[in-house]
């Protein structure tokens, strides 16, 4: 036997017994993952469940502007944050101008000849009182003449009076009578005229006459059209995707520019169909965003479950039913709200992903709101101040041409 025969027969039992170390090492990593995996199955899987399909949602709010015109000045750009209320475009006033002025001469105009409508019952009220008086008046000059022809008519016969003047008495009759039928026709009218005016002005005022609230709303509507020119920020936030260049035509509900809401935002999760067995809401949840890394934990709740899956609600829905199949699992987005306080230390942007993590240990809340919301889910009070100013000039102006002052 030579010495490299000799030196493997030598060696060969170590070896092997270093072979069978390692495979019993590896057996034993392998089955401690086992169990740690099965711990972690029995454990925390039936505590949490988790998906990294999430992602950012907000209210992407479109400034639109309410008239048509040519705008002269824009006053926030892209990122920058605006406060409810500013004023973001602004567009050309003149022909704004114009439609107000000539909106408000003519209710001064309506409210004059309202006035007059009424200052008008008290003149038909006295001819109808003079024409009265007349008809007094004519009835006893028909008397008159009537006692005048029968005191002459017995003297007639006896030649006491003479025909010609009993012909005159009697045409005086005649003459009474009709200056009387004229005088009853003249009352007549003087009634039905003011009956007609009073037709145009009882049961209401000068001010709430329908003519000058006919007036009015013209004013009102010019003067929103005027204030509209101005485009203001409907809610505090961050502006995106401008469009509206200066010198643009633009017309009403054009899209001028985004407006962001970052203090309002809330993740949609979108988990798999056997995850959402045991989702119920108000569970809390734990976030994770890619923006920060694990060390920001964002902690929510949540709010609701989509009444669909995605697929259902595409702009091209799958249509199972023609052609070959293929069943692919579904998912269906799941509201979650952030903490305002922890949301306000860490911002986050539309569409950022996010890795959630539900708390489903808590089986009491139910898998579908059963409520309808109490109050609005977003609003806005910045257009509530241009229609309290519009009303406060209508009554500026009629109060002024009543001779009376605005409260």
């Known amino acids: 036997m030579n010495a490299s025969a000799e030196h493997i027969a030598k060696t060969a039992p170590r070896r092997g017994r270093i072979r069978k170390r390692a495979l019993i090492i590896v057996a ?7 169990i740690a995996f099965g711990v972690e199955h029995f454990v925390f899987g039936a505590r949490y469940e988790s998906t990294d399909n999430a992602y950012v949602q907000g209210n992407v709010i479109q400034v639109t502007p309410q008239v048509g015109g040519t705008v002269l000045a824009i006053n926030a750009d892209d990122t920058d944050f605006v406060k409810a209320g500013q004023v973001l475009v602004k567009l050309d006033p003149a022909d704004a101008q114009v439609a107000l002025d000539q909106a ?9 000849e309202v006035r007059t409508l009424y200052a008008n019952n008290s003149t038909l009220r006295a001819q109808v009182a003079l024409r009265e008086a007349d008809i007094a008046r004519m009835q006893s000059d028909v008397q008159r003449a009537q006692d005048d022809v029968t005191r002459r008519q017995p003297l007639l016969a006896t030649g006491a009076v003479g025909k010609e003047e009993f012909n005159h008495s009697t045409a005086q009759v005649a003459a009474a009578k009709s200056a009387l039928a004229a005088a009853q026709s003249a009352a007549v009218a003087a009634r039905e005229q003011l009956a007609s005016n009073q037709v145009m002005t009882e049961g209401t005022s000068v001010e709430q006459h ?16 005027l204030r509209r020119v101005e485009v203001p920020a409907p809610v505090a936030g961050t502006i995106a995707r401008r469009s509206v260049q200066l010198g643009q035509r633009v017309q009403p509900g054009v899209a001028l520019m985004s407006l962001i809401p970052l203090d309002q935002v809330w993740v949609d999760a979108n988990f798999k169909e056997p995850q959402l067995r045991k989702l119920r809401i108000a569970q809390p949840v734990t976030l994770v965003a890619d923006l920060y890394g694990k060390q920001v934990e964002y902690h929510g709740r949540v709010v609701g479950l989509g009444a669909g899956t995605g697929a259902a609600f595409s702009l091209l829905p799958a249509q199972n039913a023609t052609g070959n199949w293929i069943k692919v699992v579904q998912r269906v987005p799941v509201r979650i709200a952030l903490d305002p306080k922890e949301l306000a230390e860490h911002p986050l942007r539309i569409g950022l992903s996010m890795e959630a993590t539900v708390d489903v240990r808590e089986q009491g809340g139910k898998s579908l709101a059963d409520a309808p919301r109490v109050g609005a889910a977003t609003q806005t009070a910045v257009f509530d101040e241009i229609n309290h100013e519009a009303d406060n000039a209508v009554k500026r102006i009629i109060a002024g041409q009543l001779g009376k002052s605005a409260h």
């Open 28 to 34: 034993v990593v392998v089955g401690l993952g086992a």
């Open 210 to 225: 329908p003519t000058v609230r006919r007036a009015a709303a013209r004013v009102r509507e010019a003067y929103l059209a």
């Open 104 to 112: 408000e001469a003519q209710l001064a105009q309506t409210v004059r």
